[in-house]
Each structure stands twice: as structure tokens, then as C-alpha cells.
Nanobody, 122 residues
Framework: QVQLVESGGDLVQPGGSLRLSCAVS????????MGWYRQAPEKQRELVAT???????NYADSVKGRFTLSRDNAKNTMYLQMDSLKPEDTAVYYC????????????????WGQGTQVTVSS
């Protein structure tokens, strides 16, 4: 019903930059919110940043000032610009959306992508 495809993960040196993308497709009536989460080895998945339909963003303290989240509502696509990357940013990054789906009753449901690997290392 809903597919999320992430791209942009790569190996980058400390201090470098990456831009992640998440494209949402399917029988979507409306996306209410989108976000990025990450999971490092042997750690729990954690929130990186979220953005509402109105464009209000929220960031984890660990990425404030370094990461920028944006979305293109017309394309149902979300972007995460990551600058000044640190080794501790190494993780699998997951795209998440809360969406109302055509033919699915009730409120918004959460959907997840498969993840994209970001490795920050010299």
C-alpha cells in the first residue's frame, strides 16, 4: 500500500556531508508527518528529526545545528542534509511516515523504509 525508499547513505570521512532522501509512494490520501530515525549496532533505534505537514521540524539534541530536514509535499519526498558528520553518526538511517491511506479506515498509520547505511570513518 505504501512504499518508502531511502537513498543517499554512504561512507564519508569525519566532517563530511551526506544528503539522504526518502520517497513515499502508494495509495496515499495524506501524509501527516515524516521523520528520520537511526540505529547503531547494539543500540536502540532513536529519533533523528521529524517534520509535520506544516513544516515544523524537531531535532535530536545530538544533531541540532548539523542536520537539516526538509520535505517536498508535491513529491512526497523528504530530505536530510547531514553536515559536520561525526563517527557517532554511524548507523542505519530509517525513514518513517505517518499517513492516511486510501481505503484504510481510521487515523494515520506508521510506515517504515528498509534503511540506508551511513558510515562516518577515516
Amino acid at each position: 500500500q505504501v512504499q518508502l525508499v531511502e537513498s543517499g547513505g554512504d561512507l564519508v570521512q569525519p566532517g563530511g556531508s551526506l544528503r539522504l532522501s526518502c520517497a513515499v509512494s502508494g495509495s496515499i490520501f495524506r501524509i501527516t508527518a515524516m521523520g528520520w530515525y537511526r540505529q547503531a549496532p547494539e543500540k536502540q533505534r532513536e529519533l533523528v528529526a521529524t517534520i509535520t505537514g506544516a513544516g515544523i521540524t524537531n531535532y535530536a539534541d545530538s544533531v541540532k545545528g548539523r542536520f537539516t530536514l526538509s520535505r517536498d509535499n508535491a513529491k512526497n519526498t523528504m530530505y536530510l542534509q547531514m553536515d559536520s558528520l561525526k563517527p557517532e553518526d554511524t548507523a542505519v538511517y530509517y525513514c518513517q511516515t505517518a499517513a492516511l491511506v486510501v481505503g484504510v479506515p481510521g487515523g494515520p498509520r506508521d510506515y517504515w523504509g528498509q534503511g540506508t547505511q551511513v558510515t562516518v570513518s577515516s
